[in-house]
């Protein structure tokens, strides 16, 4: 696919940024740092399955002030495959509290998560991660097999059985076709704007296959699927900002008050015309409820 210029680089290009490693749970973790180092404010961003860290940086560019440090989850993007835990739930959770701990930022930063991301941070912090505060990008308020489209989940799950038992090689295969990414890429699409819509096109074609294996994407597939965070919600004792999309075709927006209902202390900011994909659709109505949420939060 021929190159698209991003919306948002202009933006982005006035953010310093910094690649970095560290080993977690046999995972060498590829993060980038946003940012002044300085900021009063550190947030700690997880992304969306099969996604990577540039899929936030539209979000991160309408947000100068903060520093962000944003890692390619385990087996994804640049980052290699957790080796002394599984790709589940817990095993995300716990290379994330670790990840935190590492890079020097248990406790202070804030945890941000998207999509598939949300069930990680949630479990993490119902868990007793330490952190000022937790947001949640487009989250997943329900089992995703009981979305509003049923029959295209039903399907999604045949797709990644039938990757799971064919060969390796066949299967990767599979998870690479061309057709299946832009089919995900146009049914989660909802902006009219074509230029928008072509580069939104471009990003997955770009980073959606960055994955390692076959066995990973299917095991952390199988994690999604498993869990959901209104499972946890009322475990989570942290002040948490729910962003929240009226037209996701992953969860309903009346999932998301219910959940909004479940979390001790939580706020919800429901975005109109927009579905799961508001780190590119809307990043500036994103960026304006968390720097509402963030900059009401006691700084201490």
Known sequence: MNAVASPYAARLATIPVEQKEVSVLGSTTRYWEYGDADAVWTILVVHGYRGEHHGLEP???HLPGYRFISPDLPGFGESTPL???????????EWLREFAERVGVTGTAIILGHSFGTIVTSAAVAGGMRTPALILINPIAISGLDGPRRFATGLTVAYYRAAAKLPRRLGYALLNNWLVVQFMSSALTKTRDKALKKWIDREHHTYFNRFTD?????????????ADVSSVAA?????TLLVAAELDDITPISAQYTLQRSIPDARLRVLGGVGHLIHYEAPDRAADAIRDFVDALPRS
């Open 59 to 61: 979000v991160i560019a």
């Open 83 to 93: 080796t002394e835990t599984s790709h589940s739930i817990a095993g995300y959770g």
């Open 214 to 226: 076959r066995d990973t994407v299917v095991e952390a597939f199988d994690a999604s699927i498993s």
């Open 235 to 239: 475990r989570i004792a942290v002040p």
